[in-house]
């Protein structure tokens, strides 16, 4: 989008929280000098965030994810570096802390930076590349200009993964890796680097982290053994002696002692190498595991001598004796120490981050998010509070007001490719790429049922019926099947086979008569479900993404790849309007209002756009994610907007409130009256969820008026397995105190008809039918 685009009658959202942190990245979670304000990477941006008021600035120059990020010691600069494609180069980009802006960059790597680092006088940047690169980068970060460069690994080293720099001489750093460990000077006036490699003997290990002690005398290795190597550097007093007295060697080759008895030439390792390493001070060492482990250790003298001479041999000795111990339950990949080293900030690999105090060890949980892409975000029904994400591996919930997970329901080695909430708030229907249909407890998470083999090459879509017995979903293979669900009985209606390509979305009509789908071999089809046919078929030259219906149900709102927003006509599929949603992305993701007034989309430029539907115009626009959105929904309150992206961050938007005002006085018709949306019972809200409806509520509700679209609940005809057509169970006719007892979250059994409440019967927490 245009600078004079954006400078016209378009507004800014505001952003009011972001659930997002990338724990992937080594060394990747830093804390600001002036211990305000932490900077970690997110997706293709640079996040600056202050701690207290958790508000978030973002850096952007990037074009693809960042792997490396460093902060320097004064905090003036900022250094991150990204991954590339191969055979492209990859950016390393130096930020002014202050104003925000770009210093100076270069591309002289290749395919991926694997690190950097910042001289403790902020006069030099050392960089190293990644396994396709091999090369060290040294750069004058007052100059703005390359002073050398040289490759980092020879002979039978292997590639070098991390970089530290000197506490007191500017141009001497250190460099480690696969049986790789050097010791490294500038000389900036011949422009040359000149390295030493520590003689570690015959001891061979992969190094992934490295600190030194403040007078450059003592490094500390931690491997993917998961020991400890000490190495003396022999510097000379002087700092300004750069060149060392002596060739760095190796000490020793520690681990912990171990608390129980262990056979002879055993010791006690780190599971999964050690991750992270941070020498404090007063002379410990906190270690971070691979398995989550985070200890407080120090150094002992070993004892020689005695019977230990017969004993067989090993490299690692027992000296480390563990002070205090915790366990973050993934592996350790940042430590940051706050308030003068009294309270400790670990980062994960699964993008969590946990304070933990140092006095007690205890350990709480701050920031949790999604480690993978967000495919798709549902909201309860009439309810603002929470709302749920689907990702890879789980399902979780989450609180829009504190922005923290409320609940996680683990599935290991699938996706959720869909997600929605019953309309009554008591289960949670999810779609995977394993071709099962699940159902879940929004409480507890407790598998409520499962549809095994819904469809043979993954559901990929999901859509329920007002009354929630009617599922509709869609799969990879093309197909679109209508279920029969209760919380006892999972059965096939149909099967709609006329999609060549995946089915990219579904969604159903209020009346629950009709459905629409997208698909991504250039088609949207709209569905009569009472008839079980094709009603309309729309074509299009793009790979259809989404698709939504107007409130009303007289339009259909399509978004594709050719960046195109679509407005069909639902009663003869014909195209009303075709507006440029965008253009440099396809268009994956939209939502309109309740009214009608406005909807949201999103795409591959990773802009949210909010626009007027009857205009056709975008009014405001979101600029903060640093990948391409995938899902968009507003809250049903309409005061929120939520976005995800492929990096796994959530983006909570304030809604403008200009249009959330003019969409509470406007009233489009054919729409339910807000006075009757805003009727609640404790049914509709899932905290009340195990509760049961008690008498005296019943009697109070018979004041409400019928809100059912249709005068009749439609029949839909399903095939058993003898091929004979079977009529679903037919309810009575949709009076006051039904239709409003459905509206209210629970539909209870007509004592003259049996297989009415057999097929309207619902879950509570407990798992009983009412």
């Known amino acids: 989008m245009s600078d004079e685009e954006l400078e016209g009658d378009i507004g800014t959202l505001e952003i009011k929280g972001i ?42 120059g990037h074009t693809n994810t960042i792997s490396a990020i460093d902060v320097s010691r004064s905090g003036k600069y900022i250094a991150s570096g990204q991954i590339n494609h191969i055979g492209f180069k990859a950016r390393v980009i130096i930020w002014d802390f202050a104003s925000h802006t770009i210093v100076s960059q270069h591309e002289l790597h290749k395919v991926r930076v694997e690190a950097v680092a910042f001289s403790n006088n902020d006069n030099y940047l050392f960089s190293i590349g990644g396994r396709d690169c091999g090369s060290l980068v040294v750069w004058d970060v007052t100059q703005g200009q390359v002073i050398c460069g040289s490759a980092v690994a020879h002979g039978i080293q292997g590639e070098a993964t991390t970089i530290l720099s000197m506490n007191r001489r500017g141009p001497c750093f250190m460099t480690a890796g696969d049986n790789h460990l050097a010791v490294w000077t500038v000389d900036k006036e011949a422009r040359k680097v000149h390295s030493l490699d520590v003689s570690t003997g015959k001891i061979k290990r992969t190094i992934l982290c490295m600190d030194v002690n403040e007078r450059d005398e003592v490094c500390y290795c931690g491997t993917a053994t998961g020991d400890v190597l000490k190495i003396r550097l022999n510097y000379h007093h002087d700092p300004d002696v750069l060149i060392p007295a002596k060739h760095p060697m190796t000490v020793g080759c520690f681990t912990r002692i171990s608390k129980k008895k262990l056979p002879e030439g055993k010791v006690d390792l780190y599971s999964l190498g050690v991750k992270s390493i941070r020498r404090l001070f007063a002379g410990p060492l906190l270690i971070g595991a691979g398995d989550g482990t985070l200890e407080l250790v120090e150094e002992i003298k070993s004892k020689g001598g005695g019977d230990k001479g ?44 946990y304070q933990i105090d140092m006095a007690t060890f205890n350990t709480e949980l701050l920031v949790t998010c999604h480690t993978s892409t967000i495919y798709d975000i549902a909201f309860p029904y009439n309810f603002s509070e929470v709302f749920a994400t689907a990702s890879k591996n789980d399902v979780r919930v989450w609180s829009i ?29 999810t779609a995977w790429n394993d071709g ?23 559901v990929s879509a999901l859509a329920i019926t007002h009354e929630g017995d009617v599922l509709v979903s869609g799969g990879c293979e093309g197909q679109v099947r209508m279920w029969s669900v209760t919380p006892y009985r999972q059965q096939l209606i149909c099967t709609l086979k006329e999609h060549k390509a995946p089915v990219s979305a579904v969604d159903i009509n209020k009346a629950g008569t009709e459905a629409v789908s997208a698909s991504t071999d250039g088609t949207c089809i709209i569905w009569d479900l009472i008839r079980q046919c094709r009603r309309h078929i729309m074509f299009g030259t793009t790979l259809f993404m989404c698709a939504r219906y107007y409130p009303t149900d007289v339009q259909v709102l399509t978004g594709g790849s050719d960046r195109k927003l679509s407005y069909w006509e639902v009663l003869d599929g014909t195209l009303v309007r075709e507006v440029e949603g965008s253009e440099s992305g396809a268009i994956n993701a939209l939502d309109i209002s309740l009214d009608g007034n406005i909807f949201v989309t999103g795409g591959n430029d990773q802009i949210v756009k909010l626009w007027n539907y009857q205009l056709g115009i975008a009014t405001h626009i979101g600029i903060g994610h640093s990948a391409v959105i995938t899902a968009t929904r507003f809250s049903p309150d309409q005061k929120y907007i939520v976005t995800t992206s492929g990096s796994g961050s959530i983006f909570i938007w304030k809604s403008p409130q200009d249009l959330v005002q003019s969409s509470k006085d406007k009233i489009v018709e054919g729409a339910e009256p807000p006075k009757e949306q805003k009727v609640e019972t404790k049914d509709e809200v899932i905290q009340d969820l195990p509760t049961a409806r008690s008498d005296h509520s019943r009697e109070g509700e018979k004041k409400c008026v019928c809100q059912c679209p249709c005068t009749k609940k439609p029949v839909y005809e399903h095939t058993d397995g003898m091929g004979d057509g079977v009529k679903s169970p037919e309810p009575k006719a949709c009076t006051k105190n039904d239709s409003s007892e459905k509206k209210n ?4 059994a007509s004592p003259k008809s049996s297989s009415s409440g057999k097929k309207n019967g619902s879950v509570t927490g407990s798992g009983r039918k009412n």
Do not use: M
Request: glycine letters at 6%.
């Open 19 to 60: 659930i997002g942190f990338d724990g992937t990245t080594v060394k990747g979670f830093i804390v600001h000098p002036d211990e305000k304000h932490v900077v970690y990477p997110l997706g293709n941006k640079v996040t600056i965030q202050d701690w207290t008021t958790k508000a978030q600035v973002f850096l952007s």
């Open 310 to 353: 017969k004993r067989v041999k090993v490299p690692s000795v027992p000296t480390l004796r563990c002070l205090k111990s915790t366990n973050v339950f993934s592996a350790v990949t940042s430590l940051q120490l706050l308030k003068n080293d009294t309270v400790i900030l670990a980062g994960t690999i699964n993008c969590e981050i």
């Open 401 to 429: 007001k504190t922005h923290q997970e409320l609940l996680r329901i683990q599935v290991p080695n699938f996706s959720a490719s869909s997600v929605v909430f019953s309309h009554d708030g008591k289960s949670i229907l």
């Open 436 to 458: 099962i249909i699940r159902s879940f407890t929004p409480l507890t998470g407790r598998l409520i049922y499962a549809i095994l083999n819904a469809h043979n090459k993954g």
């Open 745 to 748: 979250g629970s539909v209870n």
